[in-house]
């Protein structure tokens, strides 16, 4: 089946250092979707990419979609302790709109 | 706030018995999606409902059930609970090429 993977799968990193996840499917995207649970949490929507080659930016973070549309980036500019959460991608199952298959997972912890 | 309910917060029992865990979808939204979250692990697609029907189908155990009534509100069903079924059970609602909306979860612990 389609597997979502995702690396690395713990980061920790002084505040102020940038971060990267990266995340690569085994079968090509219609889209890739991007969420952040915060410890304790639960996971909470950041973006959607669809096209191929999509670069998209939220404040510090820039969210890339592959060109082949099986792999995607998160990259945090600067980060904050607020940044402090498991970061996840998720694309559509194949043939289907509305079934997710979630990464692994990143977890980014972020100390002053 | 994402608009999503999930009853109870916190359920501790033991093995053997059964629960049932509840979600109220966000206004509007007819899909309801169940997801098992175990100790830093990531989140394992359990099933979906579309409009009460059932759309697709995870890894989700027989012992496991789930329906979704006709005011969409949906309950997961979990009997014969073991020790591994301990874990943070997730719903959301949304979908179908559109951002998924997470309830607060219910954390089942089993004894």
């Known amino acids: 089946g389609q597997q979502v993977m995702q690396i690395p799968q713990y980061q920790h990193v002084q505040e102020g250092e940038d971060f990267t996840t990266y995340c690569n499917s085994s079968?090509?995207?219609?889209?890739i979707q991007w969420y952040k649970q915060r410890p304790g949490g639960h996971p909470v929507f950041l973006i959607q990419?669809?096209?191929?080659?999509e670069v998209k930016k939220q404040k510090r973070l820039t969210f890339q979609f592959g060109e082949a549309k099986k792999n995607s980036s998160l990259h945090i500019t600067a980060t904050q302790t607020t940044d402090v959460g498991t970061y996840f991608c998720?694309?559509?199952?194949?043939?289907?709109?509305?079934?997710?298959?979630f990464g692994t997972g990143t977890r980014l912890q972020v100390t002053l | 706030d994402s608009g999503v309910t999930q009853t109870p917060k916190h359920l501790i029992t033991a093995t053997g018995q059964r629960v049932t865990l509840r979600c109220s979808p966000r206004s509007g939204d007819l899909s309801v999606y169940w997801y098992q979250q175990s100790l830093d692990q990531g989140l394992q697609f359990l099933i979906q409902?579309?409009?009460?029907?059932?759309?697709a189908k995870g890894n989700i155990l027989e012992r496991f059930s789930a329906q979704q009534f006709p005011d969409l509100h949906s309950e997961l069903n979990l009997s014969s609970l073991e020790l591994g079924d301990s874990a943070l059970y997730f719903c959301?609602?949304?979908?179908?090429?559109?951002?998924?909306?997470f309830g607060d979860g219910t954390r089942l612990s089993i004894l």
């Open positions: 998720a694309g559509p199952v194949a043939g289907t709109a509305s079934k997710l298959t």
């Open positions: 079968t090509t995207l219609s889209n």
């Open positions: 990419l669809v096209k191929s080659g």
């Open positions: 409902y579309y409009n009460g029907e059932e759309r």
């Open positions: 959301a609602s949304g979908g179908n090429n559109q951002p998924q909306h």
